[in-house]
């Protein structure tokens, strides 16, 4: 009779935990991938770290490392832009803000020329942003220099401009000349864009030939061109507006 209590009760305790352990398992299939949504993105994005968009509160955050062929950015320079919306009923204007802060070369100098935009800014000192639709191929270009200079361009095809030259009412730029580096911030109008952007890349260039610098966000494979060329936009990466939009609204 005692034997048979005691075989009893050891059956159940392996039934207990046989259940229990299964029970574990199943929670951790379950909410492994909601807690780990990230990773999950990141393997299917085959990006790297620097690529991959850091989402703060209503903002994105990119930081560009590489060379425009993917290499490591020469004297570990780096570029950080952050891209947020400024629509609210305090706006004056709906815009897209870009704010960089980057290291400042002052090479090549920029002709004396009061602030505003200027032709073939892309000869100096400049950060860049394309915003592409890629069903269309329409695109917008943007750059911007530490001198308060700018250049934006309206594409439709690669390399076909449309509008040239465009105005912008917020483009300011600060240069610390102890640290050798300068912040800008510049509000794109809405309406510059062209519709359903889905893809974005963003360069930097710095120094004069033969020591010119082309750093990329999205850079093309390694030894598959022999020079950089910003409007290879089959390499353009993933980047949504919309949401990004949308959060402020």
């Given at each position: 009779?005692?034997?048979?209590?005691?075989?009893?009760?050891?059956?159940?305790?392996?039934?207990?935990?046989?259940?229990?352990?299964f029970?574990?398992?199943?929670?951790?299939l379950?909410?492994?991938?909601?807690?780990?949504?990230?990773?999950?993105?990141?393997?299917?994005?085959?990006?790297?770290?620097?690529?991959?968009?850091?989402?703060?509160?209503?903002?994105?955050?990119?930081?560009?490392?590489?060379?425009?062929?993917?290499?490591?950015?020469?004297?570990?320079?780096?570029?950080?832009?952050?891209?947020?919306?400024?629509?609210?009923?305090?706006?004056?204007?709906?815009?897209l803000?870009?704010?960089?802060?980057?290291?400042?070369?002052?090479?090549?100098q920029?002709?004396?020329?009061?602030?505003?935009?200027?032709?073939?800014?892309?000869?100096?000192?400049?950060?860049?942003?394309?915003?592409l639709?890629?069903?269309?191929?329409?695109?917008?270009?943007?750059?911007?220099?530490?001198?308060?200079h700018?250049?934006?361009?309206?594409?439709?095809?690669?390399?076909?401009?449309?509008?040239?030259?465009?105005?912008?009412d917020?483009?300011?730029?600060?240069?610390?000349?102890?640290?050798?580096?300068?912040?800008?911030?510049?509000?794109?109008?809405?309406?510059?864009?062209?519709?359903?952007?889905?893809?974005?890349?963003?360069?930097?260039?710095?120094?004069s030939?033969?020591?010119?610098?082309?750093?990329?966000?999205?850079?093309?494979?390694?030894?598959?061109?022999?020079?950089?060329?910003?409007?290879?936009?089959?390499?353009?990466?993933?980047?949504?507006?919309?949401?990004?939009?949308?959060?402020?609204?």
């Amino acid at each position: 009779m005692y034997q048979f209590i005691i075989v009893d009760t050891e059956f159940r305790l392996i039934i207990v935990m046989i259940v229990t352990t299964f029970t574990n398992i199943l929670f951790l299939l379950v909410t492994y991938p909601v807690h780990n949504s990230g990773s999950f993105r990141f393997l299917q994005n085959q990006q790297s770290s620097s690529e991959v968009p850091n989402r703060q509160s209503n903002n994105l955050n990119f930081l560009i490392t590489k060379t425009w062929d993917g290499l490591g950015a020469p004297d570990n320079t780096s570029i950080s832009i952050t891209l947020s919306s400024n629509d609210s009923q305090k706006s004056k204007t709906s815009a897209l803000e870009i704010r960089v802060e980057a290291s400042y070369f002052n090479d090549p100098q920029i002709p004396d020329s009061p602030p505003g935009p200027l032709n073939r800014l892309w000869e100096y000192e400049v950060v860049e942003a394309f915003f592409l639709n890629s069903l269309t191929n329409e695109y917008l270009e943007i750059e911007l220099s530490p001198t308060g200079h700018y250049l934006i361009l309206k594409l439709n095809g690669v390399r076909q401009v449309t509008e040239s030259l465009l105005p912008l009412d917020v483009f300011q730029t600060n240069i610390n000349y102890e640290n050798n580096t300068w912040t800008g911030v510049a509000h794109i109008p809405w309406n510059y864009f062209p519709a359903h952007v889905d893809k974005f890349n963003a360069y930097a260039i710095h120094k004069s030939e033969p020591d010119r610098v082309y750093l990329s966000l999205f850079p093309v494979p390694n030894g598959k061109f022999e020079g950089p060329d910003f409007h290879r936009v089959q390499y353009f990466g993933n980047i949504d507006l919309v949401g990004l939009r949308s959060n402020k609204l």
